[in-house]
Structure formats: structure tokens, C-alpha cells
């Protein structure tokens, strides 16, 4: 299990990070980026909200703890809905929730492994939407790409993160706030100018200068070839 440091780190995530935001993503840019989408947890007297990616017609990417917290307590999937591109109250599609996993080695003892803060969600229906699809490169730049609380209704966006590996994760240049959990590490694996964008991570926690990301591993690329209902 990664230290307490990192934990803490995690923490962090929740509370507002004194540092700058994700800047909003330009309109015309927005939709390349419709696989990505906000994962709304609904419960009583509260509403929560990460971000997640669509990475096969109804498998939605994001991290543990934003379906299971801290401790393992898990959220029942009807109470998770997916919106992908959401964009001030336009959508490029939706669904909810069937049923959810989360990365074998996310919990140990009712305590999160930052290092394995993985959850794939299957929708009730595929989506009528182009999912984004895993890499393997890890060098930067990276892009994070994500709706966070002081910009909850539209995309957020950073296209120049430095990082590198940092034990079993990837440490980013680029700080980012509470919502931007389970949100995409992006990669465009070469100088190509129509080179697509790869999902190679996923945001797990944040401090005022720098955030910490799970890379995709090998639970999630045989979880994703094992396909669900609905995958070809």
C-alpha cells in the first residue's frame, strides 16, 4: 500500500485546493470530448460528482473512491448516472447505472490503495457516443480533462502537464479540484496533428501544486477485452 503521504493527498481531493483551476475547455473544442462526462451519485439529502470516461459503447472509466469513499462503502449503482458531454445543460448522451466494479486491489481493510483507485462502470445501455481508447504511452505532456465544482456544467481543461512516475503512480504538473476525480490522463502517442487522444490514467488526488494518478494497468485492458453485454 502507498504511504500515508499519499492518503493525505487523497483527502485533499475533497476540499477545495488552493490553486489554479482547470480552465474551461473552448466551445469549438468541446466536441472531441464528448466521451468525457460527469458520473452523478445521487443519495438522501445529497448530490456528488466526479468525472468519468467512456472507454467502450456502455463501460464508463473512473476512480474507486468516487463509488465507494475512502472506506469501501460502496453506492448503490441506481444511484449513479452518467452524462457524457455535458455542457451547460446540453449532452451528447446518458444513461444509468447497471452495476459497477472496482479494481481487486482498491480496498484493503476498509482502506483505499491510492494505488489502485480504479472503478469501471457498466451503463444500462451503450451510448451513442465515440469512446476514447487506452494508451501506453507515459510521457508528457498530458492533458486533464474534467468538470470540477467551480465549473461544474462545462469541460475544464489542461493541455500541458508535465509528470512522471512517481512509485506506482504518475505525478502531474498540474493541480485540479474537487469533481475532477476519475476524470482521463490524456496522451496523443505522436506528433500527428489528427492523432487521437488515449486515455493512460486516471485522477486520484491532489495537493495545491501537483496531482496524482492511477495509470491504466493490466486488471482494466483484460477487464475491458472481456467486454460487457454490450460491447461487440
Same mark, same amino acid.
Given at each position: 500500500? /502507498?504511504?500515508?503521504?499519499?492518503?493525505? #493527498?487523497?483527502?485533499?481531493?475533497?476540499?477545495?485546493a488552493a490553486a489554479q483551476d482547470l480552465p474551461p475547455l473552448p466551445p469549438e473544442d468541446? #466536441?472531441? /470530448?464528448?466521451?468525457?462526462? !460527469?458520473?452523478?451519485?445521487?443519495?438522501?439529502?445529497?448530490?456528488?460528482?466526479? &468525472?468519468?470516461?467512456?472507454?467502450?459503447?456502455?463501460?464508463?472509466?473512473?476512480? #474507486?473512491?468516487?463509488? #465507494?469513499?475512502?472506506?469501501?462503502?460502496?453506492?448503490?449503482?441506481e444511484r449513479l448516472h452518467f452524462v457524457a458531454g455535458w455542457f451547460g445543460g446540453d449532452?451528447?448522451?446518458?444513461?444509468? $447505472?447497471? *452495476?459497477?466494479?472496482?479494481?481487486?486491489?482498491?480496498?484493503?481493510?476498509?482502506?483505499?490503495?491510492?494505488?489502485?483507485?480504479?472503478?469501471?462502470?457498466?451503463?444500462? !445501455?451503450?451510448?451513442?457516443?465515440?469512446?476514447?481508447?487506452?494508451? *501506453?504511452? @507515459?510521457?508528457?505532456? /498530458?492533458?486533464? $480533462?474534467?468538470?470540477?465544482?467551480?465549473?461544474?456544467?462545462?469541460? &475544464?481543461? !489542461?493541455?500541458?502537464? %508535465?509528470?512522471?512516475? %512517481?512509485?506506482?503512480?504518475?505525478?502531474? *504538473?498540474?493541480?485540479?479540484?474537487?469533481?475532477?476525480?476519475?476524470?482521463?490522463?490524456?496522451?496523443?502517442? @505522436? %506528433?500527428? *496533428?489528427?492523432?487521437?487522444?488515449?486515455?493512460?490514467?486516471?485522477? &486520484?488526488?491532489?495537493?495545491?501544486? @501537483? @496531482?496524482?494518478? $492511477?495509470?491504466? %494497468?493490466?486488471?482494466?485492458?483484460?477487464?475491458?477485452?472481456?467486454?460487457?453485454?454490450?460491447?461487440?
Amino acid at each position: 500500500m /502507498f504511504s500515508m503521504r499519499l492518503l493525505l #493527498a487523497l483527502l485533499l481531493l475533497a476540499q477545495p485546493a488552493a490553486a489554479q483551476d482547470l480552465p474551461p475547455l473552448p466551445p469549438e473544442d468541446h #466536441a472531441q /470530448f464528448t466521451a468525457i462526462g !460527469r458520473v452523478n451519485t445521487r443519495g438522501y439529502n445529497r448530490r456528488g460528482m466526479c &468525472s468519468g470516461t467512456l472507454i467502450a459503447p456502455a463501460l464508463v472509466l473512473t476512480a #474507486a473512491h468516487c463509488v #465507494a469513499g475512502p472506506e469501501g462503502d460502496p453506492v448503490r449503482p441506481e444511484r449513479l448516472h452518467f452524462v457524457a458531454g455535458w455542457f451547460g445543460g446540453d449532452y451528447a448522451d446518458h444513461a444509468d $447505472v447497471a *452495476s459497477y466494479e472496482v479494481h481487486p486491489e482498491a480496498y484493503r481493510d476498509h482502506r483505499l490503495d491510492i494505488e489502485h483507485d480504479l472503478a469501471l462502470l457498466t451503463l444500462t !445501455r451503450p451510448l451513442d457516443v465515440a469512446p476514447l481508447t487506452l494508451g *501506453s504511452t @507515459s510521457a508528457p505532456p /498530458f492533458a486533464l $480533462v474534467g468538470y470540477h465544482d467551480r465549473r461544474p456544467n462545462r469541460l &475544464s481543461a !489542461r493541455f500541458d502537464c %508535465d509528470g512522471a512516475r %512517481d512509485h506506482a503512480l504518475l505525478r502531474l *504538473s498540474c493541480p485540479v479540484r474537487h469533481g475532477n476525480s476519475g476524470g482521463p490522463v490524456l496522451v496523443q502517442e @505522436s %506528433d500527428a *496533428s489528427d492523432e487521437p487522444w488515449r486515455v493512460i490514467g486516471v485522477v &486520484s488526488a491532489t495537493n495545491a501544486r @501537483s @496531482s496524482l494518478a $492511477v495509470p491504466v %494497468d493490466e486488471w482494466l485492458r483484460a477487464r475491458l477485452t472481456r467486454g460487457s453485454p454490450y460491447t461487440p
